[in-house]
């Protein structure tokens, strides 16, 4: 179900081969690949990508709220493999992986246990987005004070926070 | 202060003493290094060799607020940084001043938004706001120009920050904080004077 072209980039089809029935679709844009992926396996694939295909880095996870849709989020992880690791490709490469979660109580394991980078941002995804990692070390706000009520990056977040639920302000 | 308070306004020995101290204390006046944002660059600027802050005798600035009596509040406060900011005001020493530099500091700038707080006079009494996005430092050379000229109307009989300070303004500060966290109020927030 994959197409052409993205089989024939090594890491995908090495992916596709071993966890075929966690790749739930994929694209390709500008060049960068992208997939989703069944959130109960991110762990899993992001070990056989770290382990076997030399993704050593993980240079990002971030959210997406896309709000009357359900499912509403969508986790990314942006992964890059460098050069100089063993058994990876010739040449940097980068892969997206996104995982679609349900508005109820967003949950999804951490992947800190694969790469260690992950614990800031993963925070700062619970911060803005309140989506929970299972496991993770330290799931506390870090970017918001402590005791902040609400998850502003999220689309029903008033975008003026609540300073006019008061009606002291004009 | 208090048991000259009203029995000695204005007559000689008061007045003499005003001028001398009024003259130390707007002569000299050590801002403290306070930067929050984009602002923060251009009070850098004003104390350099172009600009030379110096010429108005205000150009050491100090790393620790119980070393100044003069703050430069230059840049977005947003509402994780107003408790630090209030703690520092209350660490400097009296007598002390306040300059809001720039839009954000303000009255908010261009950030309406959830993490801003809308004012930095909402937390500390502010003596001279300078407009401006960032301001040029020719502006905030005028306004401590405008800020001698109020020191130099102060009095010993009056506590610097007397008239300034007051409960009310604790309370409207803790309700701001207040205001980002709470979804539904139970009460309604009694309106703080205009």
């Known amino acids: 179900m994959l197409s052409e072209e993205l089989t024939q980039i090594p890491a995908i089809s090495a992916l596709a081969e071993s966890y075929g029935a966690a790749i739930l679709e994929g694209g390709l844009s500008r060049g960068e690949a992208a997939l989703y992926v069944d959130p109960v396996r991110i762990i899993e694939i992001c070990r056989f990508l770290k382990d076997e295909q030399g993704f050593s880095r993980l240079s990002g996870v971030t959210a997406v709220d896309w709000h009357p849709v359900e499912p509403r989020f969508e986790v990314v992880y942006l992964l890059q493999s460098l050069p100089a690791g063993q058994g990876g490709p010739p040449q940097t490469a980068r892969l997206r992986l996104k995982c679609r979660l349900h508005g109820e109580a967003p949950e999804i394991d951490s992947v800190y246990g694969v790469w260690r980078g992950a614990d800031w941002y993963e925070r700062e995804v619970f911060d803005l987005f309140g989506i929970r990692f299972r496991e993770h070390p330290n799931l506390t706000r870090i970017l918001l004070p402590e005791g902040w009520q609400g998850h502003p990056l999220r689309r029903d977040y008033p975008k003026h926070g609540h300073k006019y639920d008061y009606g002291e302000e004009t | ?194």
């Open chain 2, 1 to 194: 202060m208090s048991f000259v308070q009203n029995q000695f306004e204005r007559n000689f020995l008061v007045t003499s003493v005003d001028y001398v101290f009024n003259w130390a204390r707007k002569s000299a006046l050590w801002p403290l290094t306070f930067g929050l944002a984009c602002c923060a660059i251009e009070m850098i600027a004003s104390t350099t060799a172009r600009f030379d802050m110096a010429r108005f005798g205000a150009e050491v600035f100090r790393p620790s607020p119980r070393q100044a009596d003069l703050m430069i509040v230059a840049g977005t406060v947003t509402l994780k940084m107003a408790p630090v900011l209030k703690r520092i005001y209350d660490q400097m020493p009296e007598p002390k001043w306040v300059i809001s530099m720039g839009a954000c500091s303000s009255v908010g700038g261009p950030f309406n938004t959830y993490s801003v707080l809308q004012g930095v006079d909402r937390i500390v009494p502010v003596d001279v706001y300078v407009t401006g996005c960032p301001p040029r430092p020719e502006n905030l050379f005028y306004a401590l120009l405008k800020l001698q000229d109020k020191i130099d109307r102060m009095s010993l009989v009056k506590r610097p920050t007397e008239v300034r300070l007051t409960e009310n303004m604790l309370e409207n500060f803790k309700r701001q904080i207040m205001v980002s966290q709470v979804r539904q109020p139970s009460e309604p927030l009694i309106r703080v004077q205009a």
